[in-house]
């Protein structure tokens, strides 16, 4: 569900703009909810989080490749054009959404670990696309995991939020170059 709002500005912009509410409203009656606390310090800890996001997600891929064969590399690829057309205002839209507006609502409510868990369950369950796609549901409910870790860890939302955007970012451009692939075109190399 939410990885369709992810796919043009406006709904990304929408869905932003709901969870980042919600997220606030909630966080306004709650005790105890983990402070942003930007710094410099947390920004890089978030990227070297989104590092081993991704190496993880590499090593992920690379297994199910192996596992399950073209089986499940036809479901990546379909995975990945459900985003064709994508516009960089969407990908941006569609990260900052993440790294904001899901962060708020998943990790930015508590730092304790049962209460993670079970946002990692609830993250991953609303990243559902279809019954044919559960790998990416267990997959996201993982991410979901090691993103609470970087707040367990450090008790700043800011973690988190970093590793996200730039997750979802990355996983757009790769989706991006999958698609003019797909399609038999080169992306265009950048100088």
């Known amino acids: 569900m939410l990885f369709f709002l992810k796919r043009t500005w406006k709904s990304g ?7 980042a509410l919600l997220g606030f409203g909630l966080r306004s009656q ?13 920004a890089l800890f978030g990227s070297v ?4 996001i991704l190496a993880s997600d590499v090593t992920i891929h690379l ?3 192996k596992v399950f064969g ?10 990945a054009a459900i985003f ?32 993670l868990a079970t946002a990692a369950a609830v993250f991953g369950i609303l990243h559902h696309i279809r019954a044919r796609f559960w790998p990416f549901t267990l997959w996201a409910t ?40 797909t399609a038999g075109k080169q992306p265009a190399r950048s100088e």
């Open 142 to 181: 993982y991410q979901g995991l090691l993103l609470a870790g970087g707040i367990y860890l450090t008790g700043a939302l800011f973690v988190p939020m970093v590793a996200h955007f730039l997750h979802d970012l990355a996983g757009f451009l790769i989706f991006r170059r999958m698609n003019l692939m």
């Open 49 to 52: 989080l989104f590092l081993a």
């Open 84 to 115: 064709r057309g994508q516009t960089v205002a969407a990908m941006l839209t569609g990260a900052l959404m993440a790294g904001v507006g899901e962060e708020m609502i998943f990790r930015g409510l508590s730092t304790q670990a049962l209460e």
């Open 70 to 79: 073209e089986g499940y590399r036809r479901r990546h690829r379909e995975l």
């Open 30 to 42: 709650l005790s105890n909810v983990p402070a942003f606390e930007i710094s410099l310090a947390h």
């Open 13 to 19: 912009l929408a869905g932003f703009a709901v969870l």
């Open 63 to 65: 297994t199910l490749s």
